[in-house]
């Protein structure tokens, strides 16, 4: 069965501290990948997405991820984080094509100080 | 672009009472999913439509909660009756081309 690991639960970081936040997920085949955010109070939000082509993605507010298919990775970073960026974090993986089943990690709480 | 619409926001009720839940998808979106978010936890997915039809159900708790899409748009989640464990966010997302969408959830509390 499909799952999805995140190595950090609580991550606490001062402001314009380098981030990088594990995922590792186990399946077999061809899979979708993602990180999710969701802000204090807020939805579910996309910060970037793989689903083939160059593995170094580029999300929005400076996120960017890399995928490792040797490793079954796809870690999520940002090299100078913000207060704003506090938030939970989600890894994700889709298998079966692009309408599959969407398996969330634990999610990894991140704050940031200023 | 209207987003994912979710209703109500938040509910209260008493352990073997009876909820619904209401979700509208972004028009054209075929795929609907109902997660389940426990507090401290990632999404689990319930249940996931493809227009009016299931495609996977294998984690609804089916003596209690069941879900339907009529019509291949809007669905509805019921749980009945509530257990002190189903107290969480239900959130409920579509899409079209592989990017989920979520709405902003319905949180459940039961006492």
């Known amino acids: 069965a499909q799952s999805v690991s995140q190595h950090n639960h609580h991550v606490i970081l001062s402001e314009a501290a380098s981030l990088e936040l594990g995922c590792n997920y186990s399946y077999g085949g061809t899979v979708n990948l993602f990180w999710y955010v969701q802000y204090p109070g807020q939805h579910l939000q996309l910060l970037l997405k793989?689903?083939?082509?160059?593995?170094l993605v580029k999300g929005i507010k400076g996120f960017e991820a890399e995928f490792i298919k040797s490793k079954f990775s796809f870690n999520l970073r940002k090299p100078s984080v913000q207060w704003s960026d506090t938030a939970e974090y989600f890894c994700?993986?889709?298998?079966?094509?692009?309408?599959?089943?969407?398996?969330f990690g634990q999610g990894t709480t991140l704050q940031v100080k200023p | 672009e209207a987003g994912v619409a979710q209703s109500p926001r938040y509910k209260i009720i008493e352990k073997r009472q009876s909820v619904a839940f209401w979700c509208n998808p972004i028009s054209g979106h075929a795929t609907l999913y109902w997660y389940q978010q426990i507090l401290g936890q990632g999404p689990k997915l319930l249940i996931q439509f493809q227009n009016n039809g299931v495609v996977d159900d294998s984690q609804l708790p089916k003596d209690r909660f069941s879900a339907e899409r009529l019509k291949g748009v809007d669905s509805t989640l019921k749980i009945q009756p509530a257990k002190l464990e189903d107290s969480a966010v239900y959130l409920c997302?579509?899409?079209?081309?592989?990017?989920?969408?979520f709405g902003e959830g319905s949180r459940l509390t039961v006492l």
């Open positions: 997302a579509s899409t079209r081309t592989g990017e989920l969408f």
């Open positions: 994700a993986v889709m298998s079966s094509g692009n309408t599959g089943k969407l398996i």
């Open positions: 793989y689903f083939s082509g160059d593995p």
